[in-house]
């Protein structure tokens, strides 16, 4: 595990932020042949509990999503599946598995970069992070280095097009 520069300050959190989606994007940049979605999962104290990117094209597991991956390597290293007081923080807004996953395991915050128009499911498509029908509703913090986010995403779908 890894200590951030400094804990999250609740009176100006941005930087913060900002450094937790660095990490997202440098893993984002090792994804490979996957599309190049990088998660971080940081503690209450802001250290990185978990890393991962997207591994579906090399395992062969449609779950293996980059926030998915980190949900269960946070949860190995505390011990726990409750992650209770952590932060997922992700380069791109999440699908419906990974945010009904980051419910299920009481995330306290989201924090996503770059919007996902035809799969986003934390406001773009659905909202299921702050679905009231839900017990457990995490903060939402959104647009951290959104061009950042795209950039690599952009790169990746323009090489993949036909025309």
């Known amino acids: 595990m890894q200590e951030n520069p ?11 932020y900002e450094t937790w989606m660095r990490e997202a994007l440098a893993q984002a940049e090792t994804a ?5 979605i990088g998660a971080v999962i940081t503690g209450p104290d802001g250290a ?25 390597r946070a949860a190995h290293a ?13 380069t791109l807004e999440p699908c419906t598995m ?3 996953a980051a419910v299920l395991a009481r995330v306290d915050r ?7 128009l035809k799969a986003g ?9 702050r679905d009231r029908r839900l017990n457990h509703r995490p903060e939402v913090i959104t647009g951290i280095l959104a061009d950042e986010c795209a950039s690599p995403l952009t790169r990746f779908f323009s090489t993949r097009r036909v025309g």
């Open 6 to 16: 400094a804990p999250l300050d609740h009176a100006n959190p941005i930087p913060v």
């Open 32 to 36: 490979g042949p996957d599309v190049p």
């Open 48 to 72: 990185v509990l978990a890393r991962a990117h997207n591994e579906r094209e090399l395992t062969g597991d449609p779950t293996a999503h980059a926030e998915v991956l980190a949900l269960r």
């Open 78 to 90: 505390l011990g726990r599946w409750r992650l209770t007081g952590c932060t997922l923080t992700v």
């Open 98 to 100: 990974c945010a009904g």
């Open 110 to 116: 989201i924090v996503y970069g770059a919007t996902d």
């Open 121 to 129: 499911a934390i406001g773009s498509l659905w909202d299921v992070a």
